[in-house]
């Protein structure tokens, strides 16, 4: 086949939708199909790393060509202005739904559009729980992480408390992680956390730690990638995901899994499936409940249980399986759209 995937954020960039696109994209080709990722991005200078095509703010004459090239559009996120050329090319367009397309009890103009929309493409949902929010069937496959690069490390020391990492905006709750921090040492728990990652609330957050008495207890490492954060998951017991919204899915639990952390993850939307037996949830945004979680953790709970579950919990979100799934998805979409 020869699929075009549309990723919105793309390498350079850092997040969890650009490593699904890259392992994905990775996981065709070396399945023997031809691959073009279209992204928004602007452009690195050595987009030749890949074992695919790179096209990067592609102008429209651009789009539609690479859409009358396809097999399959395939989106990983939707996007109505990338999807227009499938008035002009009639091609089996496949979504994967890495986020919400509809806010929970409340859709604007623009959701309801996204809603309608997508009835005229065959979706995959990353988490149980954005299946439930969709209006229209889709399939439930979790998404993947790089388990050639995230592993346990035997000889790295695993001798830190708390790890943090992702962006620093609001919306993570890394307030809410340093709150429950400060409720640990006034009760003489005295843990340390290590942020790692960058973002708009960075120095807010590092006035916060200065008010509560933590700066000795708290590293600020900035963004890493690569073998830098494996290391550093390698280095820590917990992995905390302190979110106040309802995360889609969370492929930094899946990492931080396969690195051996025990994962505290909010309950609400898809990160139960992303920790699965491996690790516990609290309620989003409560302190109290994940001091608590976090005392227990450390203090209390056999983690070996949870690292013992980590390798059947893996096997669904390794590249290979994930790709699988996908491709005979798509197969099967085209050689529908084939016979019609």
């Not at 490593?19 to 992204?39: K, N, P």
């Not at 889609?248 to 690195?259: K, T």
Request: glycine share 8%; aromatic share 8%.
């Amino acid at each position: 086949m020869k699929i075009l995937l549309f990723s919105l954020p793309f390498f350079p960039s850092i997040g969890g939708t650009e490593t699904v696109s890259r392992v994905l994209a990775t996981e065709f080709v070396q399945a023997g199909h031809d691959v073009c990722v279209l992204t928004d991005t602007p452009g690195a200078q050595d987009d030749d790393r890949f074992p695919f095509r790179v096209v990067r703010c592609a102008p429209p004459h651009a789009l539609l060509r690479e859409v009358k090239w396809c097999d399959v559009f395939f989106h990983n996120s939707m996007s109505l202005r990338k999807a227009w050329p499938l008035l002009v090319f009639r091609r089996p367009w496949v979504i994967a739904h890495q986020t919400w397309l509809a806010e929970a009890g409340r859709k604007s103009l623009k959701s309801r559009i996204k809603l309608l929309a997508v009835r005229a493409a065959t979706s995959i949902s990353i988490s149980s729980a954005i299946a439930n929010r969709l209006d229209s069937p889709s399939v439930v496959i979790g998404n993947p992480y790089d388990e050639t690069l995230f592993r346990v490390a035997p000889e790295i020391e695993r001798k830190s408390d708390l790890l943090f990492v992702g962006n620093l905006g609001r919306v993570k709750g890394v307030d809410v992680l340093l709150r429950a921090l400060g409720t640990l040492w006034s009760r003489n728990v005295q843990v340390h956390l290590t942020i790692v990652g960058g973002g708009p609330d960075a120095e807010y957050l590092r006035g916060l730690t200065g008010e509560l008495g933590l700066v000795d207890a708290v590293t600020f490492t900035g963004p890493l990638r690569g073998d830098s954060l494996m290391r550093e998951y390698n280095r820590h017991s917990i992995l905390v995901i302190p979110s106040r919204w309802d995360e889609p899915f969370g492929v930094i639990a899946v990492e931080g899994i396969a690195c051996g952390c025990v994962p505290i993850g909010t309950a609400n939307g898809g990160l139960p499936d992303a920790i699965g037996c491996c690790g516990m949830v609290v309620p989003n945004g409560d302190v109290e409940a994940l001091a608590e979680k976090i005392e227990f953790a450390l203090t209390r709970a056999d983690l070996s249980v949870f690292r013992a579950a980590a390798p059947e919990h893996l096997k669904k979100h390794h590249g290979k399986a994930v790709a699988d799934a996908y491709l005979q998805l798509m197969q099967g979409v085209v050689e529908s759209h084939r016979r019609s």
